[in-house]
């Protein structure tokens, strides 16, 4: 017999850190929120956050349009915080996935300077 994989059977909550939990007061969600309410979603049962983008963007499309794949865009939060987040999900079971969506890459991005 077969064991699935776990994401055949998972459940996976999709967050958009922007508006998920503004945690700073600007208005904006960040990193620290979605670190905020681990608790919450472990009650839940879910077995993987899927966190859309937090990188560099010029906000042109929601931040769909990255301008830098290896940077967290600071209205988000810090690496450091993304590495708190990471390692509180962890603590709890909880997958961390990134969405990596490279068609929506911004013209602000090295790929498009490059010549």
Request: aromatic share 14%; proline share 4%.
């Amino acid at each position: 017999m077969t064991i699935p994989l776990w994401w055949q059977n998972g459940v996976i909550y999709q967050i958009y850190p922007k508006s998920f939990q503004d945690t700073t007061g600007s208005g904006t969600g960040d990193l620290r929120g979605v670190t905020q309410h681990l608790d919450y979603l472990q009650r839940l049962g879910v077995d993987a956050i899927w966190l859309t983008p937090f990188y560099i963007s010029p906000q042109v499309d929601n931040g769909y349009d990255v301008a830098n794949y290896t940077a967290i865009d600071p209205t988000y939060g810090t690496l450091d915080d993304f590495d708190e987040l990471v390692a509180q999900a962890k603590a709890r079971g909880i997958r961390i996935i990134l969405d990596m969506v490279f068609n929506h890459t911004s013209t602000q991005h090295a790929w498009f300077a490059k010549r």
